[in-house]
């Protein structure tokens, strides 16, 4: 089974987690809108036009009727700022602390649990139906559309006949553009309705066209499966569709935090690294509270920060969902989600200072004395990002310090006066 996308392929999930971290970002939300983007309505380009040409040819061999292609490209085009978001996607990695503070932060916990409440009934149908638990779907959801509200406004032809025209991975695109024309011919939804992320992350659980395909499901029973529509029954099915395919196992956890014995070999450590519990438990390692490992079978060991932050020891269903978005923090940060909106509490094992030698603790306070001093940081989630750093800025250039933008204990002790 190919992933659902490429980790580089950023749907609307890691979107909003990059969009929020700019500050020390408060609100997720946002709601769905039909006003485009800039740079995401279609403007005049003759070299894209001339490559729709001659697409259409290649598409018309592949089985894509005159019909479809003809209102398919009536009103697409040319959309620059898709272009602008694909040269600039910044690869970088997010401590799995900065990353869990967003994808589980309070607001999207307290949204979930209402989103679990509100559709009990068809999440406990989809759960009967493929065995995946009403909260791990809710997970993904919240954390690839914000349950919902943001599940992305760009049309998609536009976006990835873009994408396929600009070229830097153009046979990807194409075949994407393919598929999300069959999906048009195949009368699941409209071009007007079939909008999503610039890379073409599609509706509530923002599914690429090829995975559409081969994983989407009609649960509604009207013959379509319409993961676009405000109503996200269909969306939510597929994604317990696309998770049962991958091997989720029904009771089991994706993991669970451990506590490891002094001295532990980290070496041990890491995915695929499997040993059976009874082998962890012979080596010390024990609940997050001193209690004994479960079993699901072989498990191993993750450290994303280092011995001295929490640990875990995670199962097969850890892998179910990595085949959705094969990166650790994501797969933690879906199962961590799923375990809080379940009733569970925060990670035990605190996190290590980072590289300034700040605590979460600490970030968030200098976030609050900046906003108090007059240097908004919109919020105080922890996470340094573009807000936070921008006030630092104006701080140290009001106080004639040196400009560095970048959060220090120096710094706060000056705040703190
Ligand atoms: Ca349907």
């Not at 485009?36 to 259409?56: C, I, L, Q, R, T």
Request: some cysteine; glycine content about 12%; charged content about 20%.
């Amino acid at each position: 089974m190919q992933a659902k996308r490429r980790a580089f392929i950023l749907g609307l999930g890691a979107l909003s987690l990059s969009a929020c971290v700019g500050g020390g970002g408060r609100s997720m939300g946002g709601v769905v809108s039909r006003a485009a983007e800039p740079g995401m309505s279609p403007v005049p380009n003759a070299g894209f036009d001339a490559w729709v040409a001659s697409y259409k040819t290649r598409a018309a061999g592949r089985g894509i009727a005159a019909s479809t292609l003809d209102s398919a490209f009536r009103s697409a085009g040319f959309l620059p700022g898709v272009v602008e978001r694909d040269r600039n996607q910044t690869e970088f990695t997010r401590t799995l602390e900065d990353y869990l503070a967003i994808a589980a932060s309070p607001d999207r916990i307290t949204k979930g649990r209402a989103s679990l409440a509100r559709h009990r009934t068809t999440l406990s149908a989809i759960e009967s139906r493929y065995g995946v638990e009403a909260e791990v779907v809710t997970a993904v959801w919240g954390l690839e559309s914000q349950y919902g509200e943001r599940r992305g406004t760009v049309p998609v032809i536009s976006a990835l006949a873009t994408l396929a025209y600009d070229g830097r991975r153009g046979a990807f695109f194409e075949q994407q553009l393919t598929a999300a024309l069959r999906i048009l011919q195949n009368g699941d939804t409209t071009p007007a309705n079939m909008t999503g992320s610039w890379a073409g992350a599609m509706g509530h659980t923002q599914f690429i066209p090829t995975s559409y395909l081969e994983y989407a499901v009609d649960f509604t029973g009207d013959g379509r499966r319409d993961i676009w529509a405000d109503d996200p029954t269909d969306a939510l099915a597929s994604a317990a569709a696309y998770l049962s395919r991958a091997g989720w196992r029904k009771g089991q956890p994706w993991g669970v935090e451990v506590r490891l014995p002094a001295g532990f070999n980290t070496a041990l450590a890491g995915r695929g690294k499997g040993r059976a519990p009874s082998d962890w438990a012979a080596l010390g390692v024990t609940t997050a509270d001193g209690g004994r490992l479960p079993n699901h079978g072989a498990g191993s060991i993750l450290i994303p920060q280092g011995p001295s932050g929490p640990a875990f020891l995670i199962f097969n269903n850890f892998n179910a969902i990595a085949r959705y978005n094969n990166a650790v923090n994501y797969v933690i940060g879906v199962g961590h989600l799923s375990d809080r909106l379940r009733g569970a509490g925060p990670l035990r094992a605190s996190f290590p200072p980072d590289s300034a030698g700040l605590t979460m603790q600490d970030r968030q306070e200098l976030q609050r004395r900046l906003t108090a001093a007059g240097f908004d940081t919109e919020g105080s989630d922890g996470v340094i990002g573009a807000k936070t750093r921008a006030a630092i800025e104006g701080f140290q250039r009001a106080r004639g310090m040196a400009v560095t933008g970048e959060p220090s204990a120096a710094l706060l002790q000056t705040l703190r006066g």
